[in-house]
């Protein structure tokens, strides 16, 4: 089965300085990582994605994430903040080729309430 | 760029009562999932259909049902509704590449908020 934890519920944080989400999984199969932003109210924007390539992935919004396998780990990062960052990230994982019958579906943690301060 | 809709986006009902909600994906997007997400939690899966074929179950109870219809949009009827269906509802569409297995981007919905009184 797979699982995904944000480590952490609530982040503050001042304007410019930078942040980092941390979030791990853990599956017996290959996963494709994906971190959503939803601002209050609104539904769920992609920020990024990792399916394979690259273990750094850039996104929108100036945001990045690094995809450690050795350590089942997807933290998203950003060097400097900004107030309108204010927001709940959360990271979901999607099972990767498998001949099994849950493909597609995504399995998200319990995301992290970014609050950037001014 | 179209985005996926969801109708209506605020619903209130009383207990055992049904509700319908709609999902209209994005333009060409062959297949829709559905999610529930409970007050501070995390979205949870509910259903999915790939080419108006239901594709994958989650933890939807047995008052819900689901299709997907040859424009493709979808609906998901839930009936004897209970004070702990109350949640945001989101709708996701992708798009499956022809004979891949779906690793596809899921774009989602606004959402529809459902409380039940």
């Known amino acids: 089965a797979q699982s995904v934890t944000q480590l952490d519920s609530q982040v503050p944080v001042f304007e410019e300085a930078p942040v980092e989400l941390r979030c791990n999984y853990s599956?017996?199969?290959?996963?494709?990582l994906f971190w959503y932003v939803q601002y209050p109210n609104q539904g769920l924007q992609l920020l990024l994605k990792y399916l394979s390539g690259s273990t750094l992935v850039k996104g929108i919004n100036g945001f990045e994430a690094e995809f450690n396998k050795s350590q089942t780990s997807f933290h998203l990062r950003k060097p400097s903040v900004h107030i309108s960052d204010t927001a709940e990230y959360f990271c979901?994982?999607?099972?990767?080729?498998?001949?099994?019958?849950?493909?597609?579906?995504?399995?998200f943690g319990r995301g992290t309430q970014l609050t950037v301060w001014p | 760029a179209a985005g996926v809709i969801q109708s209506p986006r605020h619903l209130i009902k009383e207990k055992r009562e049904t509700a319908t909600l709609k999902c209209y994906p994005i333009p060409r997007h062959d297949t829709v999932y559905w999610y529930q997400q409970g007050p501070g939690q995390d979205p949870q899966f509910l259903i999915s259909f790939y080419e108006k074929m239901q594709s994958d179950k989650g933890s939807i109870p047995d008052r819900f049902s689901a299709q997907q219809f040859s424009d493709y949009h979808s609906e998901l009827n839930m009936s004897s509704l209970e004070l702990g269906d109350s949640a945001l509802y989101f709708c996701?569409?992708?798009?499956?590449?022809?004979?891949?297995?779906?690793?596809?981007?899921?774009?989602f919905g606004p959402g529809t908020r459902l409380t039940v009184l």
């Open positions: 979901a994982v999607m099972k990767g080729v498998d001949r099994g019958s849950t493909l597609g579906r995504l399995y």
């Open positions: 599956s017996s199969v290959s996963v494709y």
């Open positions: 996701a569409s992708s798009s499956r590449l022809a004979g891949a297995l779906s690793t596809d981007t899921q774009y």
